[in-house]
């Protein structure tokens, strides 16, 4: 007996079911892990991007520059110990599963090994001016959308044949040209949105922070729990998109009013998967680079990622139908 089955006479499923009907549909159709297991090994077994170079052109500019406070000079040394440790983990392939809500979940775009591979070390491509990194960026970043669409496309399928009729199958065939956009749209507003304030955001943060601490302490803490904010009543517009087969708009402000509805079940599931993801992660990272026992590692992320994907779209599923008859007036 499914989860469907088992619930039916309850409503539609909550956190719980949605969790248990997300690995259970992964169970029956582990084809679903073979892109993230896939991307996985490309980034572990294949070549690297680094841009130390890069980073290191920058540190030697901002080192040149004079600087007549001491408590300053010591906060510039700490920033580029921090940027040179960054600079030689990070692979900027990894932008191949870095998109906001349409990624591949992949273990070692975050957790990057230290060592080599078991068919010894990488080749390393190193990107040596601004020029090179924006080139970079317009080709992997398209790619990474596409993947994600794919991905999350293929699993809304499943969703829709698992938790619906059969006959609604056909769906997920009709308007791939309007999914496309509407994603894509959706995707590239957020990127364009985060590339204007984030900037600015950390510039009107560092000014204050070095005129009035605690105020600058304080617009950091409002506008991060902002920013959370915003991005919470975003998370199903893509499901919206692919599952629901909704436009832009329409998706958008169903997100809201789901998240506005459901919020305590909502944070729940979030904190659920969070917690699940990060902390097995974390076990599945612990083999080195050069064991092949990281194998292991990159298999259970892909089940555990995509069954977690998978129960925020048939939470979404099975919530989103529960808006017109909540958003009814009372009778009484």
């Avoid at 997300?22 to 084809?31: A, D, I, N, T």
């Avoid at 290191?56 to 040149?64: D, G, K, N, S, Y």
């Avoid at 044949?161 to 959706?186: T, Y």
């Amino acid at each position: 007996m499914d989860t469907r089955t088992q619930e039916d006479a309850s409503g539609p499923l909550g956190v719980i079911g949605s969790l248990m009907a997300g690995f259970e549909m992964v169970g029956r159709h582990l084809g679903l892990i073979v892109l993230p297991v896939l991307l996985d090994l490309f980034l572990w077994l294949g070549p690297r991007l680094s841009v130390v170079p890069l980073v290191q052109q920058f540190i030697a500019l901002l080192m040149a520059q004079p600087v007549p406070d001491p408590a300053v000079a010591r906060q510039i040394e700490q920033v580029v110990h921090l940027l040179e440790q960054s600079s030689e983990q990070f692979n900027l392939l990894s932008l191949l599963s870095a998109l906001p809500l349409l990624d591949v979940p992949t273990l070692l775009a975050q957790h990057v090994p230290e060592i080599g591979t078991p068919l010894g070390e990488p080749r390393v491509l190193l990107v040596t001016s601004v020029l090179t990194l924006v080139v970079w960026m317009a080709v992997l970043i398209p790619i990474g959308m596409g993947l994600g669409f794919l991905y999350l496309n293929g699993l809304t399928r499943r969703v829709r044949v698992m938790r619906s009729d059969e006959a609604e199958e056909a769906l997920w065939f009709s308007g791939w040209v309007n999914k496309i956009i509407n994603v894509f749209l959706f995707i590239s507003g957020l990127m364009m949105v985060g590339v204007v304030l984030i900037p600015l955001w950390l510039l009107v943060v560092g000014i204050t922070l070095m005129i009035a601490p605690p105020l600058g302490l304080l617009i950091w803490l409002i506008s991060v729990g902002l920013g959370g904010y915003v991005a919470l009543n975003l998370l199903f517009v893509v499901p919206g998109i692919l599952l629901g087969n909704r436009g832009l708009f329409q998706a958008t402000l169903e997100s809201f009013m789901l998240i506005q509805i459901r919020f305590p079940s909502v944070v729940a599931l979030i904190l659920l998967v969070v917690v699940i993801y990060e902390g097995l992660g974390f076990v599945w990272s612990l083999p080195s680079g050069g064991s092949w026992m990281l194998l292991i590692g990159i298999l259970g992320n892909g089940c555990i990622a995509t069954g977690l994907t998978a129960a925020t779209f048939v939470f979404y599923q099975e919530q989103i139908g529960q808006l017109p008859k909540l958003d009814q007036p009372s009778k009484t």
